[in-house]
């Protein structure tokens, strides 16, 4: 079973910056993408940005050009870079794996994992 393990969460003023990592228990190009979901109180869960396996990435228009997603192919770890916070960035961050495969075959398109989240909140 694959194991993601986020931290870098915390407390941070508007306009500030933080950084997350999410550690996984393979190797990240084992994955069709990752991914950084966020989740923030009575709103549902919804994509911050995603890196391919291919390392092509995108993001949601509310966080492009504050935030960065990267990859670590030696550290097994994908990172998001966030920049000038803001209190609406205040969430639980998720980091998320789907699609399998194995060596340079895509064998399992149902696969997902998700990791126990992370908690950033701005204050303004």
Known sequence: QVQLVESGGGLVQAGGSLRLSCAASESVTSFKSM???RQAPGKQRELAALITRSTSS???NSV???FTISRDNARNTVYLQ????KSEDT???YCNAQGRYYGF????????????????????
């Open 82 to 85: 966030m920049n000038s916070l």
């Open 91 to 93: 969430a639980v961050y």
């Open 58 to 60: 995108s993001y949601a």
């Open 64 to 66: 492009k050009g504050r």
């Open 35 to 37: 991914g950084w979901y």
């Open 105 to 124: 075959t895509f064998i399992d398109e149902t696969f997902e994992s998700w990791g126990q989240g992370t908690q950033v909140t701005v204050s303004s």
